[in-house]
C-alpha cells in the first residue's frame, strides 16, 4: 500500500510558476513509475508527465512541454512537478499516481491539490 499526499498548489498569475510536492509512504517508492494528472472542472481527467522509477526517463503531454519539468528524490520518497510560464488552462486539481511499471495502470492516487492561474 503507498499512501501519496500533494501539496504545493495555490493561486498564481499567468506566467506564474509554482512547484507540486507529492510524498509518498512505504519503501518501495523507487519501484514505482510516479505521475502527475489533472482535471479541470466539467473534464476528465488528463495525463500531464511521468517519470520513471529510477528518474531516467520521462514524459510529458505535448500541452506542457518546455513549461513543465518533473523530478523525484528516491531518498525523499517525493516527486515533484515544476511548472514554469502558468496558463489559465493549466487551472486544475492536480493528481500524483503511482504506477507499476512504465506502461503501467495507476494503482495508487493522492487526493490531489487546485492550481488556479489567474489571467
Known amino acids: 500500500q503507498v499512501q501519496l499526499v500533494e501539496s504545493g498548489g495555490g493561486l498564481v498569475q499567468a506566467g506564474g510558476s509554482l512547484r507540486l510536492s507529492c510524498a509518498a509512504s512505504?519503501?518501495?517508492?523507487?519501484?514505482?513509475?510516479m505521475g502527475w494528472f489533472r482535471q479541470a472542472p466539467g473534464k476528465e481527467r488528463e495525463f500531464v508527465t511521468q517519470?520513471?522509477?529510477?528518474?531516467?526517463?520521462?514524459r510529458y503531454a505535448d500541452s506542457v512541454k518546455g513549461r513543465f519539468t518533473i523530478s523525484r528524490d528516491n531518498a525523499k520518497n517525493t516527486v515533484y512537478l515544476q511548472m514554469i510560464s502558468l496558463k489559465p488552462e493549466d487551472t486544475a486539481v492536480y493528481y500524483c499516481?503511482?504506477?507499476?511499471?512504465?506502461?503501467?495502470?495507476?494503482?495508487?492516487w493522492g487526493q490531489g491539490t487546485q492550481v488556479t492561474v489567474s489571467s
Open positions: 499516481g503511482a504506477a507499476l511499471g512504465w506502461g503501467g495502470s495507476y494503482v495508487y
Open positions: 512505504g519503501s518501495t517508492f523507487s519501484s514505482y513509475t
Open positions: 517519470i520513471s522509477g529510477s528518474g531516467g526517463r520521462t
